[in-house]
């Protein structure tokens, strides 16, 4: 082979090379997830924010499967305390085919479907990350406000297990443990 030849063979190589070391690895889901069941309120315990997160308190996703199997989602949250007035999103899951339940394109503006991955939920369906495989945006979830410290700490271990690196994971303050998001409304 020609010098010239080979200088094109690795112009073209090198791109396809860099392309394929940028796709991060997927993010393992669990095995299957009993979409009844996990509909309702959870608690966001902590979570790698995505922008309007940042500031959130008293943050509940809460999730209402529809009769065409599309699970509506209220976000609730209170920007920077307590006391601010509650906000809210209002995404859509899609439920991706063949993945058990636990891999959702959930749209915010249409036509983008953001990856949602259930990485992780205990048996008593009261504990859940919510994970991406760029590993960007990750959400620790409860039923309760509240969690034991040894439970929280075992989370985060997950957490990295799924290789999230951590330092930017932020407890969410829950101050109002007795309302879901359906009951505490736009104040």
């Known amino acids: 082979m020609n010098a010239s030849l080979r200088r094109l063979a690795m112009l ?31 608690y966001v ?8 997160e940042r500031e959130a308190f008293d943050a509940v996703e ?5 009769e065409k199997g599309r699970v509506h989602t209220t976000f609730t949250f209170r920007r920077g305390s307590h006391d601010a007035p509650v906000e809210a999103m209002h995404p859509t899951g899609f439920v991706e085919p ?8 959930m749209q915010f503006v249409w036509p983008i479907k953001a ?6 939920l205990d048996d008593d369906y009261t504990r859940t ?11 620790i979830m409860a039923r309760s406000p509240r969690i034991p410290p040894q439970d929280y700490a075992r989370l985060v271990d997950r957490l990295r297990a799924l290789g ?6 932020r407890q969410v303050p829950q101050a109002r443990p007795s309302q879901g998001a359906a009951e505490r409304g736009p104040d």
């Open 98 to 105: 063949g993945t058990g339940n636990a891999v959702w394109g």
């Open 12 to 42: 073209t190589l090198i791109p396809a090379l860099g392309a394929c070391a940028s796709h991060p690895r997927p993010m393992p889901p669990v095995a299957s997830v009993d979409l009844p069941r996990f509909m309702g309120d959870w």
């Open 62 to 66: 809460s999730y209402r499967l529809d």
């Open 129 to 139: 990350i919510v994970a991406r495989s760029k590993r960007d945006y990750a959400w």
């Open 45 to 52: 315990i902590a979570h790698i924010p995505s922008r309007p």
């Open 164 to 169: 999230y690196s951590t330092e930017n994971l």
């Open 115 to 120: 990856e949602y991955v259930i990485a992780y």
